[in-house]
């Protein structure tokens, strides 16, 4: 039923969390897990000093090149974490790939699982409710609502709320 799962992982507990549900997915149904981690892009700081020299081209592009150099880290250290994580797969059997993308981390989940290669995906929720919700938004909620594939969503662990 599951040949692919997509476990998209930001570096957080609960992250680890939902990776392992996805393995224990991925045992039952011999699947093959693909770990994903997305680098949101940095963003570009606007520099202080006199104003003719604020806008300038020069200014402009010291911004940029110090924006992508951010990235470029960002995104070394991103495969560096699913490398290991990787290596927790393997020792457990299980296949994996991994898959790092720089965006919006929704639109970059969805834009993964709209390749027609995912079959399930598996991800935490940081378990905001309320405002927080509101203005954070949910990654979780929009890969739902917009991914096309079956999502299983794991919630954090700790206090059961009272029905």
Not at 54 to 82: C, D, W
Not at 130 to 156: M, N, Q, T, Y
């Amino acid at each position: 039923m599951f040949e692919r799962i997509l476990v998209p992982l930001d570096g957080s507990r609960f992250s680890v969390r939902a990776l392992r549900y996805g393995i224990e997915v991925a045992k039952h149904f011999s699947a093959e897990v693909i770990l994903m981690r997305v680098v949101p892009p940095a963003t570009l700081t606007v520099a202080t000093g006199p104003p003719e020299a604020v806008g300038s081209p020069v200014a402009t592009k010291i911004t940029a090149q110090s924006a992508e150099m951010q990235n470029r880290s960002n995104l070394v250290r991103a495969n560096r974490y699913l490398r290991r994580k990787l290596r927790e797969l393997a020792a457990e059997g299980i296949k994996g790939s991994r898959y790092v993308a720089l965006g919006p981390p929704a639109e970059s989940i969805m834009r993964r699982c709209r390749r027609g290669d995912v079959d399930l995906v598996v991800m935490a929720t940081h378990g905001r409710s309320g405002l927080k919700r509101a203005f954070v938004g949910s990654v979780a909620d929009e890969v739902i609502r917009s991914s096309g594939v079956p999502v299983l969503v794991i919630r954090p662990g700790g206090k059961r709320r009272k029905k």
